[in-house]
């Protein structure tokens, strides 16, 4: 088992976990909440593994109160959720459904009372369906909806919630949902996703604005971005090549108008003859220029390519390219490998130097930046046994890749804080619910919570670490 020194992080140094609306609330009809662009991707046939839904999930809308407890016996300083812009707006616009909205000042008032600090996530995927039926992401007027959304729900909560976090994982929405069809709305459509990728860019400056002028000046905003730690297979000039491509479509689509105010150049090329760029308009990205007070890292595993050789399949990582169709718009003639070694149930590689690596490269490229781990865990096939889940694999798992980053810390990146995913098990997107990345065990039949081992590990690393 990898020591960690408790030392290796800072006084106030954020300990938390983070999950996500619709992965947990469950209560999909419940208080005027309007349908999300994942209860209708869920319950289309073939779409999600055994034809789940989040209908219930883990029920927290009705059993937040106990979550919470749970979280303050783990002694959890932080909780990253998200709130479902359906339950706001049931349909994307117009006035606020003020049941959903007293929700989430009931629990963020749990959180306070339990000395928990709230970290909000506006957008986590669970698009308002009138909004995908009027365009989704790939239309322009998504974005100024999701700006008026943002407003809202800060000038209720904006007083007692000092992080507001714009979006989840950008390249997930655009290219997941759009490209490969893998994720709601399940569109494959290569120019589309490119599209949503720059409207999700202009959501997020547009959002920032509205958040910063009705927000006390003490707080932060910030995005979680899945960057793509990309490693060539060789040093061979094609592969190096093949790692650069990936990295203008997995990374710089969405850190080049954050930081720079502008696409790269290399980006815009490589993509002509999928898009001619015209959805970008004039003074487009000084808005999406909109660098947060911290930037939002999820890390879960490398990336892995090479330059297609020939016509011969390559071993495919299986984080890429499901149902044949490669989420990296343009990489058609990029190969995704499989890296070595052991990996999660999600068949995604456990290697914490990527994370590591990544983190020294972002504060390579943005020096000074402050960072917040915003998810990092993994799932593993947890059993119940006498009661107690044993799953030494996952704290072995955190245990690396804390490790890592109480490395880059000591080498001067300023990371803030670490949220693990996921407190509990939960509605895993379109894997149902297989796939189990909860230091809490749920089960789904009678909604009952059992700490893992790894929560009672996590628990006494907070402990030892402090909370500063």
């Known amino acids: 088992m990898t020591e960690i020194d408790p030392t290796s992080f800072p006084d106030g140094f954020l300990w938390g976990v983070a999950t996500a609306a619709y992965q947990i609330e469950g209560a999909v009809r419940a208080d005027g909440r309007g349908p999300s662009i994942w209860d209708t991707f869920s319950h289309t046939p073939g779409r999600v593994l055994a034809g789940d839904t989040g209908d219930v999930a883990d029920d927290h809308y009705h059993r937040w109160p106990e979550d919470l407890d749970l979280m303050a016996e783990l002694g959890i300083g932080a909780y990253r959720f998200s709130i ?40 986590h995927w669970d698009l308002p369906q009138a909004l ?34 714009t979006l989840n994982e950008p390249w997930c929405t655009a290219f997941l949902g759009y490209a490969a069809g893998v994720h709601a ?24 604005q509205a958040l910063r002028s009705v927000l006390p000046s003490t707080a932060q905003t910030t995005l979680a971005l899945n960057l793509h730690q990309v490693r060539a297979a060789s040093d061979d000039e094609a592969d190096l090549d093949a790692a650069h491509q990936v990295d203008d479509v997995g990374n710089a689509v969405f850190l080049g108008p954050l930081f720079d105010g502008a696409y790269p150049s290399t980006l815009l090329e490589r993509l002509e003859g999928i898009t001619d760029w015209s959805f970008v308009r004039e003074g487009d990205e000084a808005t999406c220029h909109a660098p947060p007070d911290v930037l939002g890292i999820n890390y879960y595993t490398p990336t892995l390519v090479r330059r297609r050789r020939g016509t011969g399949d390559a071993e495919v990582s299986h984080t890429h390219g499901e149902r044949g169709l490669t989420p990296f718009v343009g990489c058609e003639d990029v190969e995704f490998l499989q890296p070595p070694g052991a990996t999660t149930e999600m068949g995604w590689a456990i290697d914490a130097s990527g994370l590591e690596d990544l983190l020294l490269a972002v504060e390579r490229r943005l020096p000074d930046q402050p960072l917040l781990i915003t998810e990092n865990g993994a799932a593993f096939d947890d059993h119940v046994e006498d009661g107690r889940i044993r799953d030494t694999d996952r704290i072995a798992y955190l245990a690396e890749h804390l490790a890592a980053v109480g490395r880059v810390i000591g080498q001067g990146v300023d990371v803030r804080g670490y949220l693990l995913w996921s407190l509990l098990d939960n509605f895993e997107w379109a894997f149902g619910y297989a796939r189990r990345f909860g230091v809490v065990h749920v089960d789904y039949d009678t909604q009952v919570r059992t700490a893992k081992d790894s929560a009672y590990w996590y628990r006494d690393l907070i402990a030892r670490a402090g909370t500063g």
């Open 84 to 123: 479902a812009w359906p339950r706001i707006q049931p349909h994307g616009s117009g006035p606020v459904n003020h049941a959903g909205l007293d929700h989430y000042q009931r629990l963020v008032e749990g959180m306070l009372e339990r000395d928990i600090t709230p970290i909000v996530t506006l957008y």
């Open 132 to 165: 995908e039926d009027a365009g989704g992401w790939p239309h322009r007027d998504t974005a100024e909806r999701f700006a008026e959304y943002a407003r809202l729900v800060a000038e209720v909560l904006g007083d007692r919630v000092g992080v507001w976090g």
């Open 185 to 208: 709305p399940g569109r494959t459509e290569p120019a589309a996703a490119l599209a949503a990728a720059h409207h999700l860019n202009l959501a997020h400056g547009l959002a920032t």
